[in-house]
């Protein structure tokens, strides 16, 4: 098993910043991708970001330019999503996700919540 646990959510105001982090641990070993997904009240969950190994990312159109995803470069586990130029329709729980290799299993954390709310 994997466990994700994230941090760094909360409330903040329009055009404003925010640092989501994500730590794996557990059964790691042959992990290639990590990224964040959201889903905000009665949408489903979509991508925000992933980075792979190689450290090639991929956003969703609706973040490009406005938010950015990058890993720790001690530890290939941990993952990173800054955030600015935050906007209300960014208002979701952010979920952190990795896919492992071994066994070919998706793992997801329980979420944080990011509002965005003058």
């Known amino acids: 098993q994997v466990q994700l646990v994230e941090s760094g959510g909360g409330l903040v105001q329009p055009g404003e910043s925010l640092r989501l982090s994500c730590a794996a641990s557990g059964s790691i070993c042959s992990i290639n991708v990590m990224g964040w997904y959201r889903q905000a009240p009665g949408k489903q969950r979509e991508l925000v970001a992933t980075i792979t190994n190689a450290d090639s990312t991929n956003y969703a159109d609706s973040v490009k330019g406005r938010f950015t995803i990058s890993r720790d470069n001690a530890k290939n586990t941990v993952v990173y999503l800054q955030m600015n130029s935050l906007k209300p329709e960014d208002t979701a729980v952010y979920y952190c996700?990795?896919?492992?290799?071994?066994?070919?299993?998706?793992?997801w954390g329980q979420g944080t919540q990011v509002t965005v709310s003058s």
């Open positions: 996700y990795c896919h492992r290799v071994i066994g070919n299993r998706d793992f």
